[in-house]
């Protein structure tokens, strides 16, 4: 409990580090979100069709445009793709405009927070050292600057990071856990309910990673033979293909011109700068101008190679069956982004950030070494305090943006932040960013600790 309230708090922090229009693609996301219940006084004005697409007037403060009062334009998204998850934050939205913005921040840390407190409270054993090890090497810098955000894509990240998990917890319950053991599928079924109400895509990877850890339980108890699950695997491939003939949804996510592979050599540059896209996630190659220097890219891809390279000593055909699986399919996810990218920067790596999670839990969670990293208190001491420079480092990157925004980031001449912030109040930014420094390793620390007691006390029982 007290872990899962500590990445509350350091997400808390988060959600006040930058202004009302920090985040990505901030505008068009709160639009929606004010718009979702349709025209509303002072609130969401003047819903038109356009050449441009469907547009409204919402309060200034929510676009990057001067005009501190009053309403402006902003794209609004088609009924077509219109997230449920905007009807649903709209709840928190009222005239107090910074108010509402902050407590659904506030929500979705909270969310957050929620379910890691459930992973860890529904975990014993080895599960809960591989789901702490997921989370613990791709957390940063993108995740968490993403989870709090008033973003879709905050609900997507969540549930496919925890969703496999907790399917998994609910199946082999009886052997890991004798307590609670109905009371799993409920943070299942709301971790779901994430997926199928922020994104497509999100949806689709936690289809995948339940698919996988599902398929893996029907095999490995004999509940199913391998022969009879590949003829399910190709009629439920059959049916994802009609399903997406008649969804437009669906097959705009998916879209693929086979004609178009070799025009230009263009499937070359792709494959080329796949890695370094899949590394955005962790901080390296094509980064947001706010999260810090490409030195946390350099911690995190390390850490997280280490990790996956520990868990597959010791490797079984199983496990690497699975994992192969995961990587294969994150690659193309990737790909499938890279190819159809419309925008004139390269792609960008946040849209599969999550996927790291599964394929490292995948790896931890099928393993048989136990000489995987961390296993020791000196393991755990090093990646709290490289992986708190990182957030340090990324955090205050974000503070700046919000404090100082019209200097180049990354600079670091000014240690203190204070000296004009977003938000008029009066504790300056200095307090809140030290004490969400302070938060994030106590986190880790304490997570690590838990799982590392529960480690020793199996093995001396």
């Not at 025209?39 to 038109?48: A, L, W």
């Not at 975990?123 to 591989?130: C, N, P, Y």
């Not at 599902?214 to 199913?224: A, H, M, V």
């Not at 670091?412 to 938000?423: A, C, E, M, Q, R």
Request: proline share 3%; glycine share 6%; with cysteine.
């Amino acid at each position: 409990m007290i872990s899962g309230l500590l990445l509350f708090l350091t997400l808390a922090i988060w959600s006040i580090s930058g202004s009302l229009t920090s985040g990505y693609d901030s505008t068009f996301h709160l639009a929606n979100i004010w718009c979702a219940n349709g025209t509303q006084t002072g609130i969401c004005e003047d819903i038109t069709m356009s050449n441009n697409g469907i547009q409204g007037r919402i309060p200034a403060s929510l676009t990057s445009e001067p005009v501190e009062s009053g309403l402006v334009i902003a794209d609004l998204s088609a009924s077509s793709r219109e997230s449920p998850f905007y009807r649903m934050m709209h709840f928190f939205v009222s005239d107090n405009t910074t108010q509402s913005v902050l407590l659904i921040r506030f929500v979705n840390s909270f969310i957050t927070g929620f379910i890691f407190f459930c992973l860890m409270f529904f975990s014993i054993g080895r599960i809960r050292i591989a789901i702490l090890s997921a989370w613990t090497f791709t957390i940063l810098p993108v995740v968490m600057a993403t989870l709090w955000q008033s973003n879709p894509r905050s609900w997507g990240y969540l549930s496919v990071m925890s969703c496999w998990a907790f399917l998994y917890l609910a199946l082999n319950n009886t052997a890991r856990n004798p307590h609670y053991p109905r009371l799993i599928w409920l943070p299942f079924a709301f971790s779901l309910f994430l997926a199928l109400t922020s994104r497509v895509d999100a949806a689709m990877f936690t289809v995948f990673s339940c698919s996988i850890v599902l398929s893996s339980y029907l095999i490995k108890s004999q509940f199913i033979r391998v022969r009879t699950f590949s003829i399910v695997a190709l009629l439920a491939m059959l049916a994802f293909v009609v399903l997406r003939t008649f969804s437009s949804t669906l097959s705009w996510y998916t879209q693929f011109d086979f004609g178009s592979l070799f025009v230009d050599n263009e499937i070359l540059f792709v494959l080329i700068h796949l890695p370094e896209n899949i590394a955005d996630g962790l901080g390296l190659g094509l980064r947001y101008v706010d999260l810090g220097p490409d030195a946390i890219g350099i911690i995190g891809v390390s850490l997280y190679c280490i990790a996956l390279a520990s868990w597959l000593k010791q490797s079984t055909p199983h496990q690497v069956v699975i994992v192969v699986a995961a990587a294969a399919f994150l690659l193309f996810a990737m790909f499938q982004i890279a190819f159809n990218w419309s925008e004139v920067n390269e792609a960008s790596g946040v849209y599969v950030t999550a996927l790291l999670t599964v394929l490292l839990g995948f790896s931890a969670t099928y393993s048989r070494s136990t000489d995987y990293f961390p296993s020791s208190k000196s393991g755990v001491s090093l990646i709290v305090l490289l992986l708190s420079i990182s957030h340090a480092l990324s955090l205050y990157s974000k503070f700046v943006w919000g404090v100082r925004s019209d200097i180049a980031n990354d600079t670091y001449t000014k240690l203190s932040l204070n000296g004009g912030w977003w938000w008029d109040i009066p504790i300056g930014p200095n307090w809140f960013y030290w004490f969400g420094v302070f938060c994030f390793p106590a986190w880790l620390s304490i997570s690590w600790k838990l799982a590392l007691q529960q480690k020793t006390t199996a093995l001396k029982s």
